[in-house]
T-cell receptor, first 115, second 112 residues
Framework: DVKVTQSSRYLVKRTGEKVFLECVQDMDHENMFWYRQDPGLGLRLIYFSYDVKMKEKGDIPEGYSVSREKKERFSLILESASTNQTSMYLC??????????????FGPGTRLTVL | DQQVKQNSPSLSVQEGRISILNCDYTNSMFDYFLWYKKYPAEGPTFLISISSIKDKNEDGRFTVFLNKSAKHLSLHIVPSQPGDSAVYFCAARMYNNNDMRFGAGTRLTVKP
C-alpha cells in the first residue's frame, strides 16, 4: 500500500512564526503536492513538484514556499505564519507512470492553527 | 476562479436509497475526472474515475456519469449505506498533466 505520512496531525503556532510541514511518501512517486482544505472551498493546490529540486506554483502559492531535496520528501514552509493560514493541510503524491487515471494518494492531513 | 464546482454542500439520504452527487466543470481541456471520498481526520481516498472518451463507468455500487456537452458529471451510489457517509470531492485534470483541480466537496449523510 502507498503510504503518505505527514509530520504532525495538529499544530498550533503564533503569528509571525516560521512553520515547516513535512510530508514523506514511500512509493518512489515522482509527483508530490500540497493542498489546503477550507470549508466551502474544497482542496486548493498550493505547490507541486514533479522531481527533486523542482517546484511549480499552484493556485494559491502566496505566503508559502516549498522544498524538495529528496524524492520522498516534500516540505511546505510558511515563512511568517498569519491567522488566515489556519487550515487543514494535505500532502499527496502520484506516479507519473500511473496511467490515465494517475490518482493521487493523500496523507492524513495536518490541522494548523495560527493564533 | 473555481474550475470544478460542487454546488451542493450537503446531501442526506435514507439507507438503501440512491445517492446522487453532482459536479460541474468549466475548463473544456479537462479530460479525466475522479471522485475522492474523505472521512473525518483522514486524507481523501480515490473512489472512481472516468475518462472523457466514456460517458459511464461502473464499479460495484458506484457509477459515474459524464455529460461532456454539459460539462457535468455525477456519482451515483446504489444502494446507499451508512458507511458511505463522508465528504465526496470531484476532481479533474488534463491528460498530460499531473496536477488536478478539486471541487468544494459534498457531505453525504446516509441515515439508517
Amino acid at each position: 500500500d502507498v503510504k503518505v505520512t505527514q509530520s504532525s496531525r495538529y499544530l498550533v503556532k503564533r503569528t509571525g512564526e516560521k512553520v515547516f510541514l513535512e510530508c514523506v511518501q514511500d512509493m518512489d512517486h515522482e509527483n508530490m503536492f500540497w493542498y489546503r482544505q477550507d470549508p466551502g472551498l474544497g482542496l486548493r493546490l498550493i505547490y507541486f513538484s514533479y522531481d527533486v529540486k523542482m517546484k511549480e506554483k499552484g493556485d494559491i502559492p502566496e505566503g508559502y514556499s516549498v522544498s524538495r531535496e529528496k524524492k520522498e520528501r516534500f516540505s511546505l514552509i510558511l515563512e511568517s505564519a498569519s491567522t488566515n493560514q489556519t487550515s487543514m493541510y494535505l500532502c499527496a503524491s502520484s506516479n507519473t507512470a500511473g496511467g490515465p487515471r494517475n490518482e493521487q494518494f493523500f496523507g492524513p492531513g495536518t490541522r494548523l492553527t495560527v493564533l | 476562479d473555481q474550475q470544478v464546482k460542487q454546488n451542493s454542500p450537503s446531501l442526506s439520504v435514507q439507507e438503501g436509497r440512491i445517492s446522487i452527487l453532482n459536479c460541474d466543470y468549466t475548463n473544456s481541456m479537462f479530460d479525466y475526472f475522479l471522485w475522492y471520498k474523505k472521512y473525518p481526520a483522514e486524507g481523501p481516498t480515490f473512489l472512481i474515475s472516468i475518462s472523457s472518451i466514456k460517458d459511464k463507468n461502473e464499479d460495484g455500487r458506484f457509477t459515474v456519469f459524464l455529460n461532456k456537452s454539459a460539462k457535468h458529471l455525477s456519482l451515483h451510489i446504489v444502494p446507499s449505506q451508512p458507511g458511505d457517509s463522508a465528504v465526496y470531492f470531484c476532481a479533474a485534470r488534463m491528460y498530460n498533466n499531473n496536477d488536478m483541480r478539486f471541487g468544494a466537496g459534498t457531505r453525504l449523510t446516509v441515515k439508517p
